[in-house]
Structures are given as C-alpha cells and as structure tokens.
C-alpha cells in the first residue's frame, strides 16, 4: 500500500517524498480512507505511530479540494485542538511540511507567551488553526478567533487534555463549534470519561486502534534495571558516561524530582537540561533546540512536557521513575523507536516501584528484561532491604524458553552495558 493507493493528491505526494516517507503507517493506511469519506473517527492510538499525518493529509486534501472548487474564504476551516504547547508547535509544522504544495495556511496558538504575534497572524487570515485550549479560549473572549466557519475539528490527545484539568476548557470550545462538520477524536487511553468526552464530539464515527503493545514489543528495545532510590543518580551516570549515546530522554515523575536530576547531573560534568510546567516556554523551547541540535545530549522531562515530542534519532529512553500509569509507560518508550526506527529504553526500578513494574508488563503483555547485574545493585536505601529478590534466584523464562538471565546478557554485549561502547 502506498500514499497514492491511498488516493492522496498530487502536491501531498510531493511533500510526502521529499519527507522520505514511502507508505503509510497502520494508523494512516486505516484513518486516511475514513476521513476521505468525510466519516467521523475515533483513533485510539499514541504519539510516534504517525497520527498526525493520519489527520493532517485528509484535512488539507479536503481544503485543497475546496480551494480549486473556488470555495474560498479567509475564515478558519479546521481546528485541531492539543494540550501542549510543543505538540501544537510540532503539529503545525507537520501541517506545513505536508502541506508546503496546497497553498493552505495554517497558524499556531499557545499560552506562555505575549499573544501580539499570534493575533497579527491570525488578523491576515489562516486556513488551519493549531491550538492549546486555554489560548483559544481566550483569544475567542477577545474576539480573535471566530469558530463558525469550521468544517474540521480535531481533539488530540483526549486523555492528557483530561489529566491536565481542560475538560471546562474543551466543553466552552465545543459549544461554539457549527454542528455540520467532521470531528476526529484521538486518544492513546479510552477509560469512561474519555468514551463519555466522544460522544459529545463524534457523531457517526469509525474506530481505528492502533494497539500500544505493537509500538513497545516490535520497536522498542527494553530493558529494567532493579536498583535502589539512592543508587538511581549513580546508574545513571555510569550509563552516560559509559555508553556515549547522542541523545537520552530522561523521564521523571515529578518537576521537583526533574530539576534535581540536571543538578546531579551536572554535578558529575554530563550538561543535562529540564523541561517541565514551570519552565517558560522560551526555557523549554531552548533546552528542546540544544537537545535536537547536540549541544546537550540529556534532556530530562516530565510527562506532560515530554509528551508527543518529536526527536529524530533519539537513542535512548530512560524511565528514571517508573509511572504508576501503566498506559505512560508505553508514551514514553514510544519516543524511542518511532515510525520505523528501532529504539531503546530502560527503567529504574525500586523496591516500591515493583508493583508498577507487574502491572506495566500485564499492559504490554511481556516480561521485560531484568538487568541485574551492575555496579549499583547492592546500593540499599535507608530503611529500604530488597525483600523481593525472587528474580534474582529463579531467572524467568519467556515464551521462547530462554531464560531473561541470559537474554540480559546479550542484551548487555550487544549493548556493552559493562564496557566503553561508542555507538
Ligand atoms: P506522530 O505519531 O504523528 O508524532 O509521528 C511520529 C513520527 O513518524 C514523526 O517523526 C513523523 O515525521 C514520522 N512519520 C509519520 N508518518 C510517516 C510515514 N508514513 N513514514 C515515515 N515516517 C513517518
């Protein structure tokens, strides 16, 4: 199946070959045919399985299409609203990239900064608006947006919107959305609230599901490695330090806990650089530029900022704190390994995170590699015994039979997790 298969238009195809890419991805071969047709759709899938194209190439061919049937008008036709500034920024230039041949504006919006920029821009008059709830929101109060000429809506990231508290927000934008038009709600979770949230948005929709557990398990190298709180730091750097990856994306649980781990990073000579809720969006913007450009080689993040970060070529993802949500497991590893490169993550894991760890592999339905041998493994926590090291007497066995024991230990050749190795 190619992108022409698919029935995309000519200056699409263009764009999409310059970008290298060659076929669609499952989420694109089964969204774009159903959004072609003008159904509305509900895409269960998560960053870094290509959905935004899956979105992105329909709507402009709808206006495209339009534009050459001479429906023309300098009001905004498609909204796609997404809850961080770096998606929206991200899904803008997507628009611009596949759209570089149709002549169709599109323009971003986002909180955090001086909103003078995006009015002028919008006062000129754009096709496809990008934008973060609270800046619309405003921005429509201020009587810079107006939402009734809209024909395409899209709701992006649906459960983070939930967890980050828009649900208000998203309920005021709906309301002013004209009733005729085709809406596309994406999610990487569907738990009640989300299915209730689409059902004010959807009206006759097809489903696409793109499973969480086909990005981990083909894609993503993954490794865990049992350590205490305390011996977190240490590991960390001895894996920077010995592995010379170019890129590695921390994640952290916590703000707090993200600040604290540049500061230690830098403690021991590795430049690291945070992003979080309490960066401005000019620190964010910076620390991901010097990130994408090498001037760093670490970049430590909390979920919500991290979130739907598109790095080319990123080597590394390390789970510093295990999430309690199974569901950010699969989001964070999926910024390693996307579209078809293949990637590696690995986790820490304490004794209080063991329980995260059993539901993590029920979600994705395999055990993932113990590594239990290195440096830090008998550094205790105060207070803290390892009271569950059955894992470490009674090696587990995978479906294959081998034992994780010795898959680790290829794992760590291949990897040369015990010796200088430049890859
Ligand atoms: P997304 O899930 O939309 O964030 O996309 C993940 C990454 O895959 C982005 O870097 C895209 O540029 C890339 N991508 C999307 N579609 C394709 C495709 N059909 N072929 C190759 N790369 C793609």
Same mark, same amino acid.
């Given at each position: 199946?190619?992108?022409?298969?698919?029935?995309?238009?000519?200056?699409?195809?263009?764009?999409?070959?310059?970008?290298?890419?060659?076929?669609?991805?499952?989420?694109?071969?089964?969204?774009?045919?159903?959004?072609?047709?003008?159904?509305?759709?509900?895409?269960?899938?998560?960053? @870094?399985?290509?959905?935004?194209?899956?979105?992105?190439?329909?709507?402009?061919?709808?206006?495209?299409? !339009?534009?050459?049937?001479?429906?023309?008008?300098?009001?905004?036709?498609?909204?796609?609203?997404?809850?961080?500034?770096?998606?929206?920024?991200?899904?803008?230039?997507?628009?611009?990239?596949?759209?570089?041949?149709?002549?169709?504006?599109?323009?971003?919006?986002?909180?955090?900064?001086?909103?003078?920029?995006?009015?002028?821009?919008?006062?000129?008059?754009?096709?496809?608006?990008?934008?973060?709830? @609270?800046?619309?929101?405003?921005?429509?109060?201020?009587?810079?947006?107006?939402?009734?000429?809209?024909?395409?809506?899209?709701?992006?990231?649906?459960?983070?919107?939930?967890?980050?508290?828009?649900?208000?927000?998203?309920?005021?934008?709906?309301?002013?959305?004209?009733?005729?038009?085709?809406?596309?709600?994406?999610?990487?979770?569907?738990?009640?609230?989300?299915?209730?949230?689409?059902?004010?948005?959807?009206?006759?929709?097809?489903?696409?599901?793109?499973?969480?557990?086909?990005?981990?398990?083909?894609?993503?190298?993954?490794?865990?490695?049992?350590?205490?709180?305390?011996?977190?730091?240490?590991?960390?750097?001895?894996?920077?330090?010995?592995?010379?990856?170019?890129? =590695?994306?921390?994640?952290?649980?916590?703000?707090?806990?993200?600040?604290?781990?540049?500061?230690?990073?830098?403690?021991?000579?590795?430049?690291?650089?945070?992003?979080?809720?309490?960066?401005?969006? =000019?620190?964010?913007?910076?620390?991901?530029?010097?990130?994408?450009?090498?001037?760093?080689?670490?970049?430590?993040?909390?979920?919500?900022?991290?979130?739907?970060?598109?790095?080319?070529?990123?080597?590394?993802?390390?789970?510093?704190?295990?999430?309690?949500?199974?569901?950010?497991?699969?989001?964070?590893?999926?910024?390693? @390994?996307?579209?078809?490169?293949?990637?590696?993550?690995?986790?820490?894991?304490?004794?209080?995170?063991?329980?995260?760890?059993?539901?993590?592999?029920?979600?994705?339905?395999?055990?993932?590699?113990?590594?239990?041998?290195?440096?830090?493994?008998?550094?205790?926590?105060?207070?803290?015994?390892?009271?569950?090291?059955?894992?470490?007497?009674?090696?587990?066995?995978?479906?294959?039979?081998?034992?994780?024991?010795?898959? !680790? !230990?290829?794992?760590?050749?291949?990897?040369?997790? !015990?010796?200088?190795?430049?890859?």
């Amino acid at each position: 199946m190619t992108f022409k298969d698919l029935g995309i238009i000519e200056p699409i195809l263009k764009a999409l070959s310059q970008e290298g890419y060659t076929h669609p991805t499952p989420i694109q071969e089964q969204a774009i045919p159903i959004l072609l047709g003008h159904k509305d759709l509900m895409g269960c899938a998560q960053t @870094g399985t290509g959905k935004t194209a899956a979105f992105a190439i329909p709507i402009l061919q709808h206006l495209y299409n !339009n534009h050459q049937n001479n429906i023309r008008s300098n009001k905004i036709k498609a909204l796609i609203v997404t809850p961080t500034r770096e998606l929206a920024i991200q899904i803008s230039d997507s628009f611009k990239t596949y759209g570089k041949y149709t002549g169709i504006k599109n323009n971003v919006i986002f909180g955090g900064v001086k909103q003078h920029a995006q009015t002028v821009a919008l006062r000129q008059g754009v096709d496809i608006l990008v934008a973060t709830p @609270g800046r619309l929101l405003d921005l429509m109060q201020q009587g810079f947006v107006n939402l009734a000429a809209i024909e395409y809506f899209v709701l992006d990231e649906a459960d983070q919107m939930l967890d980050m508290g828009f649900i208000h927000d998203i309920k005021k934008i709906i309301a002013k959305l004209p009733s005729k038009r085709q809406s596309l709600f994406f999610s990487a979770t569907m738990p009640t609230s989300i299915v209730d949230l689409s059902r004010k948005i959807l009206g006759d929709f097809d489903k696409v599901t793109v499973k969480p557990e086909q990005a981990t398990a083909e894609k993503v190298e993954q490794a865990v490695y049992f350590v205490s709180k305390k011996g977190k730091i240490k590991l960390l750097v001895h894996i920077l330090e010995t592995q010379a990856i170019k890129s =590695t994306l921390v994640f952290s649980r916590t703000k707090h806990g993200a600040n604290k781990i540049v500061k230690l990073l830098d403690r021991d000579g590795i430049k690291a650089a945070a992003i979080h809720g309490n960066k401005s969006q =000019t620190a964010r913007q910076k620390a991901l530029e010097n990130f994408k450009n090498g001037s760093i080689n670490v970049l430590v993040a909390t979920d919500i900022a991290a979130r739907g970060i598109d790095i080319d070529e990123l080597a590394l993802v390390v789970n510093y704190d295990l999430p309690n949500i199974p569901e950010t497991y699969v989001h964070r590893i999926g910024r390693t @390994g996307r579209a078809k490169a293949s990637g590696i993550a690995i986790s820490f894991c304490d004794q209080e995170e063991r329980a995260y760890l059993r539901d993590i592999e029920k979600l994705i339905r395999q055990k993932i590699t113990v590594i239990d041998k290195h440096p830090f493994i008998d550094f205790k926590d105060e207070n803290t015994e390892r009271k569950d090291n059955s894992h470490k007497n009674k090696p587990q066995r995978n479906s294959s039979g081998t034992s994780h024991r010795n898959r !680790n !230990n290829n794992y760590k050749k291949r990897r040369g997790f !015990n010796s200088k190795n430049k890859r």
